[in-house]
């Protein structure tokens, strides 16, 4: 049964036009004028733009000594009712884990999936093992291996590990990620903090300073550039981590920069609330910064140097995050956003001029499955195209509140906010599966999405090598002080 979405404006990356959008067998099959199908959905007064691509989340996962608490049955839900159609979950092995079985582990959690999904690999341990499982996962349509700098003694990889994996992604056609804090740095201060009495949860955010991710951020992007790979950095929060890619790209390197929704929109005075609870559901790393740090992340969405806006979708109940009363250090890490995220960036970004509609869709769909390989099949309004497609009503209001939220848990960080600009209608592969946000979409109808590996971006245009290619000098005897 063919759809056609009538009477709205279609915007893209590149521009925005009025036209008809025809949907047949999951896809676009035409755009233009006076298109007819069996269904019409009601795009009047509202923007037809790609499905949100979130691309990175956090689902059931096992993380300090708990599971994150959205699965993928509300979490997927959740994306859906705010407009997102897709997301890229962590595949996270335990440390000693084979990364096929931590896949299989993943395919499991996934099978309750309302919407479609893809994965990056986590590397948290390094061996001959995972070397060679790196080609499997990348065959199985993985393409981007994950790599935490911090949380030291637990899913920490060390230079030397780095380096490797890197190396090995460059050459099977892979994109390494990273979480970028200097975890030594951390751990040290964390130590600090607690003998001195800092238990609470504004002690996280001095654990986790600026430096902290400009350094590791610094030494990623260098890195890369050595082993000659393209490099993406999750969650930048900071000028320093920032400043950092826009140096790299400058030098013609392929760096890309996710800001999250959180840290463009909250900041570090979260911390000092009263409350310990309203503190801790916000501790995550890295942590909230002030409005100049805030100020910078947005400069750069507009600017190009930062990429693509995700959530790090990683929800702990209040219950989960009392675990570290008396230790911030044991406060799981982690704030939701999946079902927020378009609104609220809309919101603070087009309705305030910082963004263009056009650069709202680059950053929160087209950019993303560009730089992960799965353009134009999502991503795009094209014919062609799967269906994944928000209608968009610019005039919608609500204010958030987790009343009325999807995700799991009990509260929302962004909470009392009030969001103009909302969805109608989200469809994935052309079924509608939200409409004004109530998902009505089958547990298990979202497929996995493999991505090829993309030799085109894995060349880091360093000169690097050409640099340092060892030349061997010849020397005659004479030349050559005897031995000792
Ligand atoms: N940061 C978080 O806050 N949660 C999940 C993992 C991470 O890096
Ligand atoms: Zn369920
Ligand atoms: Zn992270
Ligand atoms: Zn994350």
Not at 69 to 76: K, L, M, R
Not at 237 to 263: D, M, T
């Amino acid at each position: 049964m063919s759809k056609v979405i009538k009477g709205g404006t279609v915007v893209t990356a590149d521009y925005s036009y009025e036209s008809d959008v025809l949907i047949e067998g999951g896809k676009i099959t035409a755009i233009g004028k006076d298109l007819q199908g069996d269904q019409t959905v009601d795009a009047s007064g509202c923007y037809i733009m790609p499905g949100g691509i979130d691309p990175h989340t956090h689902m059931e996962m096992p993380f300090m000594g708990t599971y994150s608490a959205d699965d993928y049955h509300s979490g997927t839900s959740a994306a859906v009712s705010g407009g997102t159609t897709m997301l890229v979950d962590f595949c996270l092995p335990v440390p000693d884990q084979s990364l096929m079985q931590a896949l299989q582990s993943w395919d499991q959690k996934a099978s309750k999936a309302v919407t479609d999904y893809s994965y990056h690999m986590a590397i948290t341990w390094w061996s001959e093992q995972v070397f060679d499982e790196m080609q499997q996962v990348v065959k199985r349509g993985i393409n981007t291996f994950k790599h935490f700098m911090a949380y030291k003694g637990a899913l920490m990889v060390d230079d030397d590990e780095m380096y490797a994996s890197f190396r090995r992604c460059a050459d099977l056609g892979a994109m390494p990620l990273v979480h970028a804090e200097n975890g030594d740095v951390v751990a040290h201060l964390q130590q600090k903090l607690m003998e001195e009495g800092n238990n609470g949860p504004e002690a996280h955010a001095y654990s986790r300073p600026p430096e902290v991710e400009g350094e590791a951020a610094n030494r990623a992007i260098m890195i890369a550039d050595m082993a000659n790979v393209p490099l993406y950095i999750v969650h930048v929060s900071c000028e320093e981590a920032h400043e950092a890619i826009r140096r790299a790209r400058q030098n013609g390197k392929r760096v890309f920069g996710e800001p999250l929704i959180q840290h463009l929109v909250l900041d570090e005075s979260e911390y000092a609330h009263p409350d310990w609870d309203h503190a801790a559901r916000r501790v995550m790393s890295p942590p909230f910064r002030s409005k100049l740090h805030q100020d910078g992340l947005w400069n750069g969405l507009a600017a190009g140097s930062l990429q693509c806006v995700a959530t790090d979708h990683c929800a702990f109940t209040t219950d989960q995050k009392r675990m570290g009363i008396g230790d911030f250090t044991k406060i799981p890490n982690g704030t939701g956003g999946l079902e927020d995220r378009l609104p609220v960036l809309w919101t603070r970004g087009v309705n305030t001029g910082r963004l263009t509609p056009n650069e709202f869709v680059a950053v929160t769909s087209t950019n993303i499955a560009k730089i992960l390989n799965l353009y134009p099949k999502k991503g795009a309004i094209l014919v062609g195209a799967d269906a994944d497609i928000v209608v968009w009503d610019p005039k919608a209001s609500k204010v958030i509140t987790a009343k009325n939220q999807v995700s799991a848990i009990d509260y929302n960080v962004f909470e009392g906010i009030e969001v103009t600009g909302l969805p109608r209608f989200t469809m994935s592969r052309g079924e509608v599966v939200a409409t004004e946000g109530k998902v009505d979409a089958a547990e298990g109808r979202g497929k996995f999405v493999g991505r090829e590996p993309y030799p085109a971006t894995n060349q880091a245009l360093s000169k690097w090598k050409e640099l340092t290619a060892p030349r061997k000098v010849v020397r005659d005897a004479a030349n050559i002080p005897a031995g000792v």
